[in-house]
């Protein structure tokens, strides 16, 4: 199988036991994008249509795992098994789904959801680096990472739910929220 040729829709693909799996439409990672992020793009994704984490974790035959990774829930740890059945399904390499995981050593913090606005109106993704436990502000804008909307202080949902890119309660885009960041 060629590594580089993805299937823009759902296609059948054969594995090296000749298992018969379904294979998910590529998404593009963004860079430092969270797999709690990733997931919920490559579920809306309209090729692959998949309603909820738990749909995903069916087809992947994770189970309950894929929907805690959403919650950026990361304990235990993902094996080295559990990343392959994914990325087997979506194309992506295993070593690109560590980038988008905890580096090893690194203590998350899974809530509050954390964001930098001027990041997100560079790349509209969830960073991982935000949830590492120490991390209060961006270190490439130095500004102080969010936990609420500017305007409501409504928290924010769990990255994989970030379909709009607005506040889910007054709808502030979370590209404007960069004007109330504190500076560092
Ligand atoms: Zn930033
Ligand atoms: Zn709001």
């Not at 590594?3 to 296609?11: A, D, L, V």
């Not at 998910?24 to 990672?29: A, F, Q, S």
């Not at 309209?46 to 992947?60: E, F, V």
């Not at 991390?135 to 990255?159: A, S, V, W, Y």
Request: one cysteine or more; proline letters at 8%.
């Amino acid at each position: 199988m060629a590594e580089n040729t993805f299937p823009q829709k759902t296609e059948i693909a054969i594995n090296e036991d000749y298992d018969i799996l379904p294979r998910l439409g590529y998404v593009e990672p963004y860079p430092n994008e969270s797999i709690s992020h990733y997931m919920g793009r490559l579920r809306r994704f309209k090729a692959n249509s998949l309603p909820s984490g738990y749909s995903l974790g069916k087809i992947t035959g994770l189970g309950a795992i894929t929907t805690r990774w959403e919650k950026l829930y990361f304990n235990p740890f993902p094996s080295l098994e559990e990343l392959k059945a994914l990325s087997n399904l979506i194309g992506v390499e295993v070593e690109r789904l560590y980038e988008m995981l905890p580096s090893k050593g690194v203590t998350m913090k899974p809530r509050p959801i954390r964001l930098c606005g001027a990041c997100y109106a560079e790349a509209p993704c969830h960073c991982i680096e935000w949830q590492f436990k120490e991390k209060m502000k961006c270190d490439r804008h130095q500004l102080g990472l969010l936990t609420k909307c500017t305007n409501c202080e409504t928290p924010f949902p769990i990255p994989a739910d970030w379909e709009l890119g607005v506040c889910t309660h007054c709808s502030l885009p979370f590209a404007k929220m960069v004007k109330r960041q504190k500076r560092y």
